[in-house]
């Protein structure tokens, strides 16, 4: 006759189960595994983090180094191809018209310049033949720009440039860390904010 009322646990013979006694023994141990593990991972997550904390305008200053880089890549190479010369503004016009930003109003905004700055950098690539201005087709009011018939095998060129020179930085960094940097860069930050208390109350002077 069963003496266990039906809510107790029944013993069981450790000679009958063995699997279960040292299952009993190291259930502390499996119960605190997860906690440990955790704990070795933070701890790592916040030795790394110290050591990639990086000082104010770190940011600023990489992004346009990196900008930088890319610049004279592309001036070098179309250099060496023996293509036309052109400053760093007029290669960014003719980087961002090649992407769909053909009115000198909107180069102007989207590069951070001055009208007259983006005026002077199309009147040097019209010179070069490179591009012209034509009557924008959506608002005969307005201006655009074009690229010519010299000018075009140019731009190939120069995005070939780019896409080789994109290529030999996943190869110096990576290709993970070239990806997270294109989604980075991709997300829409929206406009520059207005700080209330741009200065940390260390900094501030005391009148």
């Known amino acids: 006759m069963d003496q266990h009322p039906p809510w107790q646990f029944r013993p069981i013979s450790a000679s009958r189960s063995p699997t279960f006694v040292a299952l009993i023994v190291s259930f502390p141990y499996i119960l605190r595994k997860p906690l440990?593990?955790?704990?070795?991972?933070?701890?790592?997550?916040?030795?790394?983090?110290?050591?990639?904390?990086?000082?104010?305008?770190?940011l600023m200053v990489g992004l346009l180094e990196?900008?930088?880089?890319?610049?004279?890549?592309?001036?070098?190479?179309?250099?060496?191809?023996?293509?036309p010369h052109v400053r760093r503004l007029e290669s960014m016009?003719?980087?961002y018209a090649s992407i769909g930003v053909l009115r000198?109003?909107?180069?102007?905004?989207?590069?951070?310049?001055?009208?007259?700055?983006?005026?002077?950098?199309?009147?040097?690539?019209?010179?070069?033949?490179?591009?012209e201005?034509?009557?924008?087709?959506?608002?005969?009011?307005?201006?655009?720009?074009?690229?010519?018939?010299?000018?075009?095998?140019?731009?190939?060129q120069a995005g070939n440039i780019m896409a080789g020179l994109e290529q030999v930085l996943e190869d110096r960094i990576g290709k993970s860390n070239k990806d997270r940097l294109h989604i980075a860069l991709d997300v829409k930050r929206?406009?520059?904010?207005?700080l209330d208390d741009p200065l940390p109350a260390r900094t501030k002077r005391v009148r």
């Open 66 to 83: 990196a900008f930088m880089w890319l610049d004279r890549g592309l001036q070098k190479n179309l250099k060496a191809a023996g293509l």
């Open 133 to 156: 201005l034509v009557t924008d087709p959506e608002d005969g009011r307005c201006k655009m720009i074009q690229f010519t018939e010299s000018g075009e095998p140019i731009r190939q």
């Open 36 to 58: 440990i593990r955790a704990r070795m991972i933070d701890r790592q997550e916040k030795k790394t983090v110290k050591a990639r904390t990086f000082p104010t305008g770190h």
């Open 190 to 194: 929206g406009e520059p904010p207005l």
């Open 104 to 131: 000198p109003t909107a180069l102007a905004r989207t590069l951070g310049i001055t009208r007259q700055s983006v005026n002077a950098a199309i009147r040097e690539l019209e010179g070069k033949a490179l591009i």
């Open 93 to 95: 016009v003719m980087l």
